[in-house]
């Protein structure tokens, strides 16, 4: 049974803008495997935590660092969910998550269904 499903799409020269202009969005946002990533998979990983809050409903207090998309090496993307995020997939239910990522001509996107 589907839980939530969340979709995001970000502009990644205007991502990359943002990371320019506040330097500390990096650490914020990402864990420190994914900092050492490309601009264009940074946008694309940032698309993921959106469409996972979107996914679980948005509720707040949810940190940016428990959910991330580690590099894939040409296998399909896969979401690690922990702390926060995960405790409130646990409370809706949640046993999985069903993850698609991409990004091309300037956009990131991002699409994450939770499965009970």
């Known amino acids: 049974m589907i839980v939530g499903v969340g979709i995001d799409v970000v502009d990644v020269a205007?991502?990359?803008q943002a990371l320019e202009?506040?330097?500390a969005l990096r650490q914020r946002l990402f864990t420190e495997v994914e900092r050492e990533l490309p601009p264009a998979s940074l946008?694309?990983?940032?698309?993921?935590k959106e469409a996972v809050a979107k996914a679980l409903a948005s509720p707040g207090g949810m940190r940016w660092h428990d959910a991330w998309v580690p590099?894939?090496?040409g296998r399909p993307?896969?979401?690690h969910v922990v702390g926060?995020?995960?405790a409130?997939?646990?409370?809706?239910g949640v046993a999985r998550f069903h993850l698609s990522i991409s990004h091309d001509a300037?956009?990131?996107a991002a699409v994450v269904i939770a499965e009970a």
Do not use: K, M, N
Request: aromatic residues 6%.
């Open 14 to 16: 205007r991502f990359v």
């Open 21 to 23: 202009r506040t330097p």
């Open 43 to 48: 946008a694309a990983r940032f698309a993921v």
């Open 71 to 73: 590099a894939s090496g």
């Open 77 to 79: 993307p896969e979401l």
């Open 84 to 86: 926060t995020v995960r």
């Open 88 to 92: 409130r997939a646990d409370a809706l």
């Open 106 to 108: 300037g956009i990131a």
